[in-house]
């Protein structure tokens, strides 16, 4: 399992391809402040509700501060076709070989119905504009968690 992220950690930088073909580095946000949320399959229930519940609350994230990075392990394809069915209109990145996710500490070994295997990690991670873990949660659960994180950010 790898290592989680702890508040001052340095955030380690990433170049991931989004749903739109582009290279997007964590660089590319240097200065801003940066949600960047891990999920394990575009178009499934659970990530499709994160992903509005994100894209409901953008406003109130941006009029605050706050940029959203999703990432996830699926093909560029299947990301557009998602971004597109869900008018999504923050990036989506794609890391198939999950070294980002491995990175943050969003891959690791999970149970499902009994089984025990390795997967992505429902994640979320606040970056400041200097380039550090703000804020890190692991395991969170995709119905509710924007509106927690919205609390904890103390965005109305």
Request: with cysteine; glycine share 10%; proline share 4%.
């Amino acid at each position: 399992m790898s290592e989680r992220l702890q508040p001052g950690d340095r955030a380690p930088d990433f170049t991931l391809t989004s749903a739109d073909g582009s290279a997007v580095s964590l660089g590319d946000f240097a200065g801003e402040n940066v949600v960047v949320y891990f999920y394990p399959a575009a178009a499934t229930p659970g990530c499709t509700t994160q992903a509005c519940d994100f894209r409901d609350s953008l406003a109130s994230l941006a009029a605050a501060g706050y940029r959203v990075i999703g990432i996830s392990p699926d093909a560029e394809a299947k990301l557009r076709s998602f971004s597109d069915k869900e008018t999504l209109t923050f990036p989506l990145l794609s890391d198939p070989d999950h070294a980002v996710a491995d990175a943050w500490g969003a891959w690791g070994e999970k149970k499902n119905y009994g089984k025990t295997y390795e997967g992505l990690i429902r994640s979320t991670v606040v970056v400041d504009g200097a380039g550090h873990v703000a804020l890190a949660q692991y395991n969170v659960r995709a119905t509710g968690h924007v509106a927690k994180l919205r609390r904890d950010l103390g965005i109305s």
